[in-house]
């Protein structure tokens, strides 16, 4: 269980410095995130203890944001002031881009599928 | 209060282990209400747990600083959570390899509707400017929208909860509206969902199918880099034609 989060953890860290130092638009975590998926592809595959500590770690992802969303306390003036605006923005929005995004990959997919590669 | 009382409490509110006990507590709760209703996404763990905190933080007056000094904890397995991502993408990149071009043609759309819609839709029912700004990058992953939204002047934590407003509601709808519109395919359904609703989405991609696991994350990761590219440049074109 240690080997592997130390693993998580070096693949951060190393994404953090690299971002600061090159000034990337993107966060630590997901260059750490292409630096371990890089390292899988070198192995050429997913050691045993490293399956079970990420599997686990997954598994409870959801848990991992309440923290950040209890700072919707911080905010409820601007929220109840603007509720329309921002719930038809929010809800609207987010729904149509599930739709949008998922319908273009699918058409894609499937035409690729027909296509001569097939 | 009587002395013992003033210790105990003086206590609780300078250790984390009130808060990250009252964080685990409210999450199994909201676990435990989302298998009670059928495992409907319309009970979301997330959003279960974060009102029972606030209920309980508001009725004992505590402030989210102190409570978060404790919960830091729970947030800081964010960043490790991220780079575990690396290995549903690995044990799915034959299929990841395979769609690319569909993937890059999906991001472009869903980066796009997702700035220009939250913008057109808030405008239209009357927001202001300052929330219009923040409301633009919701549907990237925090860190990232928070970056994008102090660059182009909205506010970075009102974005925070933007973006977790977000999160709940495409993990909550997601779902549906990908049955409604008949997309079956779970690599469409994983990056459809990763691409609006980041790492709350890929949690409950993770929840229903592997495949849409993997694809969501990546969407996740490639939205927060397309959007930090393209929303900065298009909030600049429209400010100076507008």
Redesign the interface.
Known sequence: MLGP?TI??A??LA?ELTVRMLAL??????L??????T???VRGG?PRP??D???G???N???????????????LG??SD?A???A???????????????????A???R?RKGPEA | MNGRLLDVWVYLSASPLAGLTLTLLAYQAGLWAFERCGRTPLVNPVLVAVVLIIAVLKSLDVDYKTYFDGAQFVHFLLGPATVALAVPLYNQFQQVRRSAGAMLAALVAGSLTAAGSAVALGWLFGASERTLLSLAPKSVTSPIAMGIAEQIGGLPSLTAVFVMLTGIVGATLGGSVLTLIRVTDWRARGFGMGVAAHGIGTARALQVNETAGAFSGLAMGLNGLATAVLLPVLVRLFTQTG
């Open positions: 989060i998580l953890l693949c951060q994404g638009p993107v966060p630590g975590p997901v750490g995130m292409l630096l371990l998926f390292g899988l592809l997913v490293v399956a500590v990420t599997g770690l997954l598994r992802l959801s848990l991992l944001f309440v923290p950040a969303g209890v700072g919707v306390m911080a905010h601007r929220l603007e329309l605006p921002i038809a923005a929010v809800v609207g929005s987010t729904v149509l881009t599930i739709a949008v995004t998922a319908w273009v990959m699918a894609l997919l499937k690729g």
